[in-house]
């Protein structure tokens, strides 16, 4: 079981039906009909429980300053005030150029994570984050004001391919889509059209961040066992699959 108290950054939820379904059947043969020794598998319930989880004890509330977000790219992109001031001009009545910003993240439901049937074609994986509350919040006087907070919604689908010969793992990020936001708090910018902010932000993500990815990374090696115990040892991943519904 995964459980945990409730933090008081998130709303107090039902715990949702997280009934499993039958289990697969392992029958020692994939599908192309390699023989496998080992296998792993995850139950959509278990891994949906654990989210909520992580949901419900406050894990997924972060908030980044202007700093952490200079940290996190290495120096290449700074957040400030004069950031904000290209979309929201008004700001420049308010705060200097250098002052910096902070943005909160809350999600107000849990995220769920779907299995899609690889067989028709479908992602092996997709990832919703609806109801998530953004809060920008700028140094003005010496005080982090709340300048805007809106509510909206994430989707993605992911593909993995397992690469066998080279014994990686291809990871694609598709049909990655923002919607359904809806402003909640702008005051000090009452005249602002959020319609259009939203428009410019989202048009520059997707020059960015909302194109499909793709990365490949290393599976993992059995070489330490091997050399500890004297003895040939060799992991080889064959797939990943999904079972049931």
Avoid: W
Avoid at 110 to 124: Q, R, V, Y
Avoid at 145 to 174: M, T
């Amino acid at each position: 079981a995964v459980a945990t108290q409730k933090h008081g950054c998130v709303p107090d939820l039902p715990v949702p039906d997280f009934s499993n379904g039958l289990p697969p059947v392992l029958t020692g043969l994939d599908k192309q009909g390699n023989v496998y020794h080992l296998a792993f598998v995850f139950a959509k319930a278990y891994l949906n429980r654990v989210l909520f989880t992580m949901f419900q004890s406050g894990l997924l509330c972060q908030s980044l300053n202007t700093n952490d977000i200079l940290n996190m790219t290495n120096g290449a992109f700074a957040v400030r005030a004069d950031t904000l001031t290209t979309i929201i001009p008004e700001l420049s009545d308010y705060a200097r150029d250098d002052s910096p910003v902070m943005i909160g993240i809350s999600p107000q439901s849990p995220p769920l994570i779907g299995f899609g049937d690889t067989e028709k074609g479908e992602s092996l994986l997709s990832f919703s984050f609806e109801n998530f509350r953004i809060a920008i919040y700028v140094d003005i006087f010496d005080r982090m004001v709340r300048l805007l907070q809106f509510k909206g919604s994430l989707s993605l689908q992911i593909d993995v391919q397992i690469l066998s010969e080279e014994q990686k793992a291809k990871i694609s990020l598709k049909d990655i889509k923002l919607y359904d936001f809806k402003e909640e708090f702008k005051e000090l910018i009452p005249d602002m059209d959020f319609d259009e902010i939203f428009k410019i932000l989202t048009d520059t993500l997707a020059k960015s961040l909302l194109t499909d990815q793709e990365f490949s990374i290393d599976l993992p090696s059995l070489d330490s066992f091997s050399q500890a115990l004297c003895m040939p040892l060799e992991l080889q991943i064959n797939e990943f699959s999904t079972y049931g519904s």
